[in-house]
T-cell receptor, first 111, second 112 residues
Framework: GQQVMQIPQYQHVQEGEDFTTYCNSSTTLSNIQWYKQRPGGHPVFLIQLVKSGEVKKQKRLTFQFGEAKKNSSLHITATQTTDVGTYFCAGPNQAGTALIFGKGTTLSVSS | SQTIHQWPATLVQPVGSPLSLECTVEGTSNPNLYWYRQAAGRGLQLLFYSIGIGQISSEVPQNLSASRPQDRQFILSSKKLLLSDSGFYLC???????????FGPGTRLTVL
């Protein structure tokens, strides 16, 4: 079946270091979405990418959608302790009725 | 503005007991509604989704069921809980299948 995979599962960085998480889909996606879940909280939508090769920035966060629309990445520049949490990517299923989430990358940051 | 409510926030139940979790959405009509389960430190497992009143699709066979008695109400139920049902249950809504999902605060269920 359709799968969305993320790596790494966990990442620990020192504050100020950069961080990247990668997302790969087994099928071509119409769009890809990214969510952040703070410890003890619920997932919160960050961004949606739709176009092949699209790049979007939100302050220190840079999101990319691959040319083949099967992979994506989230890069955080100069991490801060507020970046701690689990980052999920998600893409629509083939029927377009639901999202398939990756298992997430949990980021921890030490100061 | 739209808001999504879930209750209860936490729940401790014995094995074999019934379950009813409720999710309601305000400020929108005819949303797509979703139930997810998240085991500790794990990803989001889609359990059920609904595109309209009385329309429920199940993603994973299990002892849980879902119902949508009203447009903005989504209920997750079980007749007999198992230990493996413990987890963080999240309800989410979206307007249209390709748009972002908005999650409720979740219910932390512990089955003992």
């Amino acid at each position: 079946g359709q799968q969305v995979m993320q790596i790494p599962q966990y990442q620990h960085v020192q504050e100020g270091e950069d961080f990247t998480t990668y997302c790969n889909s087994s099928t071509t996606l119409s769009n890809i979405q990214w969510y952040k879940q703070r410890p003890g909280g619920h997932p919160v939508f960050l961004i949606q990418l739709v176009k092949s090769g699209e790049v979007k920035k939100q302050k220190r966060l840079t999101f990319q959608f691959g040319e083949a629309k099967k992979n994506s990445s989230l890069h955080i520049t100069a991490t801060q302790t507020t970046d701690v949490g689990t980052y999920f990517c998600a893409g629509p299923n083939q029927a377009g009725t639901a999202l398939i989430f990756g298992k997430g990358t949990t980021l921890s940051v030490s100061s | 503005s739209q808001t999504i409510h879930q209750w209860p926030a936490t729940l401790v139940q014995p094995v074999g007991s019934p379950l009813s979790l409720e999710c309601t959405v305000e400020g929108t009509s005819n949303p797509n509604l979703y139930w997810y389960r998240q085991a500790a430190g794990r990803g989001l497992q889609l359990l059920f989704y609904s595109i309209g009143i009385g329309q429920i699709s199940s993603e994973v066979p299990q002892n849980l069921s879902a119902s949508r008695p009203q447009d903005r109400q989504f209920i997750l139920s079980s007749k007999k809980l198992l230990l493996s049902d413990s987890g963080f249950y999240l309800c989410a809504w979206t307007q249209g299948s390709y748009n972002e999902q908005f999650f409720g605060p979740g219910t932390r269920l512990t089955v003992l």
